[in-house]
């Protein structure tokens, strides 16, 4: 099974292309070569698997940028960019990998475009191919602009060399699903559906002959819609979390979770009752205070466990807002920065500014530093001593390296500053909504206790 994928890039075409051919992702072990080339001169030459059609390997960018000079056309989409990603189940290895990617484009663009095809090795049992599309042609004509149509050549192309080599095929008739969704249910982590689902779930095994399944659902903070405004029955009956304005049908949610499906499921249902909320606990205050959290590190680490209680506890937090949600469903990023606050102890949204400063005269400073070893290493090239420049590249890319990893904390403390309010807000609101929830369940008990 292999899944394609095809996107415009504007702009010089010369990073995408380096992206591609980066070395470390694209040599090829010497386990993988045939016998027959382990002890040839020539392993130097194929150890890496990226190939060209219409232009040479090495100067790649700049014989699609002098076509573009040449033609007139250097503005709007400059190229586009693509994917052939293989299936951890298959057997294939790197070599079948690169010809069918080689296959692909040069049945598809090899005729009339400049195309490079790289095959990606880096990520353990995901061999997959890129490949960079010049959108000029080769007789300056009309410049290349992907259709629906193209992409579904490439897809049925694909499909066909995937089985002409014996692999297994995408097949169709299920509905679609948004990849980053399929991802993280792919990766065992939850998104905004699951926890829906869940919802679900625990209403079917709350419902009993004196509990109504819609009035469970209402009371874990949905709205349900089965008619509309006229009174007549929906076709597709749907349902809003609490706190927002944005319906999920229920045919939607997946297999097992339409609504006739739902209501067959209450029907068959022969399980144990469950409560739909834990009980609280015997010693709680009756009126509990929360204290709004004075410093950003506390923000997120009350909103921390909030997280945290809601995935382990599901039931706890009744009317789980849509953002928590969401939040829920990016749990990752969010430890990622949670650990990064409270490893700095970050008190205010300035703090992270003037940090973020630091880095960015750090990443300035590291800059120079690169650029003065590349120009040592060209000196040293100049004078033949490929030794010395080999090694001034080396401290040069050990530069770039940090750089980057300074980049992605910039990144983060971005979003930090951005969801500064935002955090503080949502704790608040959170930590007001279980107050009132088990003060409720509290008198409650004690009505119970007095009759």
Same mark, same amino acid.
């Given at each position: 099974?292999?899944?394609?994928?095809?996107?415009?890039?504007?702009?010089? +075409?010369?990073?995408?292309?380096?992206?591609?051919?980066?070395?470390?992702?694209?040599?090829?072990?010497?386990?993988?070569?045939?016998?027959?080339?382990?002890?040839?001169?020539?392993?130097?030459?194929?150890?890496?698997? +990226?190939?060209?059609?219409?232009?040479?390997?090495?100067?790649?960018?700049?014989?699609?940028?002098?076509?573009?000079?040449?033609?007139?056309?250097?503005?709007?989409?400059?190229?586009?960019?693509?994917?052939?990603?293989?299936?951890?189940?298959? =057997?294939?290895?790197?070599?079948?990998?690169?010809?069918?990617?080689?296959?692909?484009?040069?049945?598809?663009?090899?005729?009339?475009?400049?195309?490079?095809?790289?095959?990606?090795?880096?990520?353990?049992?995901?061999?997959?191919?890129?490949?960079?599309?010049?959108? +000029?042609?080769?007789?300056?004509?009309?410049?290349?602009?992907?259709?629906?149509?193209?992409?579904?050549?490439?897809?049925?192309?694909?499909?066909?060399?995937?089985?002409?080599?014996?692999?297994?095929?995408?097949?169709?008739?299920?509905?679609?699903?948004?990849?980053?969704?399929?991802?993280?249910?792919?990766?065992? @982590?939850?998104?905004?559906?699951?926890?829906?689902?869940?919802?679900? =779930?625990?209403?079917?095994?709350?419902?009993?002959?004196?509990? =109504?399944?819609?009035?469970?659902?209402?009371?874990?903070?949905?709205?349900?819609?089965?008619?509309?405004?006229?009174?007549?029955?929906?076709?597709?009956?749907?349902?809003?979390?609490?706190?927002?304005?944005?319906?999920?049908?229920?045919?939607?949610?997946?297999?097992?979770?339409?609504?006739?499906?739902?209501?067959?499921?209450?029907?068959?249902?022969?399980?144990?009752?469950?409560?739909?909320?834990?009980?609280?606990?015997?010693?709680?205050?009756?009126?509990?205070?929360?204290?709004?959290? @004075?410093?950003?590190?506390?923000?997120?680490?009350?909103?921390?466990?909030?997280?945290?209680?809601?995935?382990?506890?599901?039931?706890?937090?009744?009317?789980?807002?849509?953002?928590?949600?969401?939040?829920?469903?990016?749990?990752?990023?969010?430890?990622?920065?949670?650990?990064?606050?409270?490893?700095?102890?970050?008190?205010?949204?300035?703090?992270?500014?003037?940090?973020?400063?630091?880095?960015?005269?750090?990443?300035?400073?590291?800059?120079?530093? @690169?650029?003065?070893?590349?120009?040592?290493?060209?000196?040293?090239?100049?004078?033949?001593?490929?030794?010395?420049?080999?090694?001034?590249?080396?401290?040069?890319?050990?530069?770039?390296?940090?750089?980057?990893?300074?980049?992605?904390?910039?990144?983060?403390?971005?979003?930090?500053?951005?969801?500064?309010?935002?955090?503080?807000?949502?704790?608040?609101?959170?930590?007001?909504?279980?107050? +009132?929830?088990?003060?409720?369940?509290?008198?409650?008990?004690?009505?119970?206790?007095?009759?």
């Amino acid at each position: 099974m292999a899944t394609t994928s095809l996107w415009s890039i504007r702009g010089n +075409v010369t990073k995408v292309i380096k992206y591609i051919k980066n070395p470390k992702k694209t040599t090829l072990p010497a386990d993988f070569l045939p016998e027959a080339l382990r002890e040839s001169e020539e392993v130097e030459t194929v150890h890496t698997l +990226v190939d060209a059609i219409n232009c040479s390997v090495k100067n790649a960018a700049s014989d699609m940028n002098i076509l573009k000079k040449y033609c007139g056309k250097t503005g709007g989409i400059t190229a586009y960019h693509g994917y052939q990603s293989f299936s951890p189940e298959d =057997d294939i290895t790197p070599l079948q990998a690169h010809e069918i990617g080689m296959e692909l484009a040069q049945s598809l663009w090899g005729a009339r475009f400049q195309v490079v095809v790289a095959t990606h090795l880096d990520k353990e049992n995901h061999i997959h191919n890129h490949f960079v599309i010049n959108t +000029v042609p080769l007789d300056g004509g009309k410049k290349f602009c992907r259709t629906k149509q193209d992409y579904m050549d490439m897809r049925n192309l694909s499909d066909e060399l995937c089985m002409k080599y014996g692999l297994t095929v995408c097949r169709g008739g299920a509905k679609g699903k948004n990849y980053g969704e399929y991802k993280a249910e792919l990766d065992g @982590k939850p998104t905004v559906r699951s926890t829906i689902r869940a919802d679900i =779930d625990r209403a079917i095994a709350a419902t009993s002959f004196n509990n =109504d399944f819609f009035d469970n659902m209402r009371r874990l903070g949905y709205e349900i819609y089965r008619y509309n405004k006229n009174g007549e029955p929906l076709a597709h009956p749907k349902l809003k979390p609490y706190g927002t304005q944005k319906c999920f049908r229920f045919d939607k949610l997946g297999p097992g979770y339409d609504y006739p499906e739902i209501i067959e499921r209450i029907r068959s249902y022969r399980g144990g009752y469950v409560r739909l909320f834990p009980e609280p606990r015997k010693r709680v205050r009756q009126y509990s205070r929360y204290h709004e959290p @004075k410093t950003l590190c506390s923000s997120y680490r009350y909103y921390g466990v909030f997280l945290r209680l809601q995935i382990k506890r599901p039931g706890h937090v009744r009317r789980i807002p849509y953002s928590l949600r969401e939040d829920i469903a990016k749990f990752d990023r969010f430890v990622e920065k949670q650990d990064y606050v409270m490893n700095h102890g970050f008190k205010t949204g300035r703090e992270v500014s003037l940090h973020m400063l630091q880095l960015g005269e750090r990443i300035s400073s590291l800059a120079q530093q @690169k650029r003065d070893l590349i120009i040592e290493a060209s000196r040293y090239e100049k004078h033949g001593n490929a030794a010395y420049a080999n090694l001034y590249r080396l401290e040069a890319e050990k530069k770039y390296e940090q750089m980057r990893d300074l980049r992605k904390e910039v990144r983060l403390c971005k979003e930090i500053i951005l969801e500064e309010s935002e955090v503080r807000r949502r704790c608040m609101g959170l930590r007001e909504e279980i107050t +009132v929830e088990r003060n409720e369940l509290i008198k409650q008990k004690k009505r119970i206790k007095i009759r």
